[in-house]
């Protein structure tokens, strides 16, 4: 006979890939979404599960409400942060729903950086309904506000995002990976015509190192600035032992850069219509512990 604390146990691992993927999308940071996963558990493990009607829908609540609480946290803490902040980088593992062109959207650098703009429930909100398919009922009840309140958060959440991420649909990782490849490979050279062939006009570079890692402090905008950042950087690189590993993070490519065996730095190119748009890169050391630990996401 199945023992209380088993069925709970069963019941949140069947869950957990989803679980994860819900905190993720409202945090930005795989390591947080893990301490929310355990809090979220050690609640679960209290419940009459006799009470539960949903276990999916009951789940999803008290995960948002446990991801909402660090969200409000850390938001405090994001006033003495130095310099850019960027969501942490997520390695996927090979089985991730990556044909799922919604959700795949949904855990771009480029869509969690956007999320960032909104409010902690406008993010909730938005996260639970458009990339989950909760409703509103369900929604409600996790951020602890009327359906008719959620409704139009929801509304005006949409609004922003589409006014700001007005691409959507099915990246092409085979090709990003090419041009991303190439970019490398003219920075290696230090082929200045080759790097801007490959960049928007408006690059950006993005470095997010909260004052504990060399990198640039504020953003680099425009096309010959993101060259030339490029090309210093590898002409240090042949003065230390740094080599650079290809990767694909958050759907995109991405290359991990180490300096003998520690790891310096995640750095994720956003590419569209064949060229690079942005270049985000993680030197905060806080933020790496956790980026070479494939993770499953769904939104199943």
């Keep these: 006979m199945t023992t209380t604390a088993d069925e709970h146990a069963e019941r949140f691992t069947l869950l957990r890939p989803l679980l994860f993927t819900i905190a993720y999308e409202i945090l930005g940071s795989a390591t947080e979404s893990d301490d929310v996963l355990q809090d979220s558990y050690l609640r679960w493990a209290e419940v009459d599960l006799a009470t539960v009607r949903d276990t999916k829908s009951y789940l999803a609540q008290l995960v948002t409400r446990e991801a909402l609480n660090a969200l409000r946290s850390r938001a405090r803490r994001r006033e003495d942060y130095v310099g850019p902040w960027l969501p942490e980088p997520l390695l996927l593992d090979e089985n991730d729903a990556s044909a799922d062109v919604v959700l795949a959207e949904s855990v771009s650098m480029a869509m969690l950086v956007l999320l960032e703009s909104l409010t902690p429930d406008e993010r909730a909100?938005?996260?639970?309904?458009e990339v989950?398919?909760?409703d509103y009922d369900e929604i409600a009840g996790a951020v602890g506000k009327s359906a008719a309140a959620v409704r139009q958060m929801a509304h005006r959440a949409r609004e922003h995002v589409q006014a700001r991420r007005k691409r959507f649909g099915p990246v092409d990782t085979k090709r990003s990976t090419q041009i991303a490849e190439q970019f490398m490979s003219a920075a290696a050279t230090g082929d200045m015509d080759q790097l801007m062939s490959l960049l928007a006009p408006g690059a950006t570079w993005v470095a997010?190192?909260?004052?504990?890692?060399?990198?640039?402090?504020r953003p680099i905008v425009g096309a010959r600035k993101v060259a030339a950042v490029m090309r210093a950087l590898f002409r240090a690189a042949e003065r230390m032992d740094i080599r650079f590993e290809t990767?694909?993070?958050n759907g995109a490519p991405a290359v991990v850069v180490y300096n003998e065996d520690n790891?310096?730095?995640v750095f994720v190119f956003e590419v569209i219509d064949d060229v690079i748009t942005n270049l985000y890169a993680m030197r905060n050391p806080d933020k790496l512990v956790g980026v070479t630990i494939p993770r499953t996401i769904t939104r199943a």
């Design 125 to 129: 909100v938005f996260v639970l309904r």
């Design 132 to 134: 989950f398919g909760f």
């Design 208 to 217: 997010d190192h909260g004052g504990k890692a060399a990198a640039l402090p």
């Design 247 to 249: 990767a694909i993070y």
């Design 263 to 265: 790891l310096e730095g």
